[in-house]
């Protein structure tokens, strides 16, 4: 049963996957746990149904929906990106339980803007980063969070890509989206 998270001042409406996905970008975090958190609150938060890929001081955690990137940097294991790969849902990659419990169901493609609009609607602003290539790329200055769109679902121009079909990604799709402070420098 999912009871989730109900959002302040909307009439007590259930949050839903958009609302993760808006709530992501304003904040910067997931269920609270952001940059500069460790393995263990990550674990805390989503879980441990995740694929851990070690590396040389460093640590690459997939939930399937959510991926978190480590770096020991001279000290303990702590986040250095959070990237939410919205486009995985399509395929059926999971959502967290976690995430599924505090937000509901999510469905397998979600509309920029739809997204776009919760995000105004938390108080934050868009702006366009880089509208030069297939994947459109947004800013979210009051948090730093970058938000990729679909602009051409036929990138190689194969022809062979249905408008109609549900089942697959359409122009103005939201891809993904990415919280990393190597993104915060370039934006100030």
Same mark, same amino acid.
């Given at each position: 049963?999912?009871?989730?998270?109900?959002?302040?001042?909307?009439?007590?409406?259930?949050?839903?996957?958009?609302?993760?996905?808006?709530?992501?970008?304003?904040?910067?975090?997931?269920?609270?746990?952001?940059?500069?958190?460790?393995?263990?609150?990550?674990?805390?938060?989503?879980?441990?149904?995740?694929?851990?890929?070690?590396?040389?001081?460093?640590?690459?955690?997939?939930?399937?929906? /959510?991926?978190?990137?480590?770096? $020991?940097? +001279?000290?303990? @294991?702590?986040?250095?990106?959070? #990237?939410?790969?919205? !486009? &995985?849902?399509?395929?059926?990659?999971?959502?967290?339980?976690?995430?599924?419990?505090?937000?509901?169901?999510?469905?397998?493609?979600?509309?920029?803007?739809? /997204?776009?609009?919760?995000?105004? $609607?938390? +108080?934050?602003? @868009?702006?366009?980063?880089?509208? #030069?290539?297939?994947? !459109? &790329?947004?800013?979210?200055?009051?948090?730093?969070?970058?938000?990729?769109?679909?602009?051409?679902?036929?990138?190689?121009?194969?022809?062979?890509?249905?408008?109609?079909?549900?089942?697959?990604?359409?122009? +103005?799709?939201?891809?993904?989206?990415?919280?990393?402070?190597?993104?915060?420098? &370039?934006?100030?």
């Amino acid at each position: 049963m999912t009871t989730g998270l109900r959002l302040p001042g909307r009439g007590g409406r259930p949050l839903s996957g958009l609302d993760f996905y808006a709530q992501v970008a304003a904040r910067g975090e997931v269920l609270g746990v952001g940059i500069g958190s460790g393995p263990d609150d990550w674990r805390a938060a989503l879980g441990a149904d995740c694929l851990d890929d070690p590396g040389h001081g460093l640590l690459r955690r997939d939930y399937g929906l /959510v991926e978190v990137s480590f770096s $020991a940097d +001279g000290g303990p @294991l702590s986040c250095f990106g959070i #990237s939410v790969q919205a !486009h &995985r849902l399509i395929l059926g990659r999971g959502v967290p339980p976690a995430l599924a419990e505090a937000y509901g169901a999510f469905t397998p493609r979600a509309r920029f803007a739809d /997204v776009r609009a919760r995000i105004l $609607a938390l +108080g934050c602003t @868009l702006e366009p980063d880089d509208l #030069s290539d297939h994947v !459109h &790329r947004y800013r979210v200055p009051e948090s730093g969070v970058r938000v990729f769109v679909i602009d051409d679902p036929d990138p190689y121009g194969d022809g062979d890509h249905d408008v109609h079909d549900p089942e697959l990604h359409q122009r +103005g799709d939201l891809w993904s989206l990415s919280v990393s402070p190597a993104w915060w420098a &370039r934006s100030r």
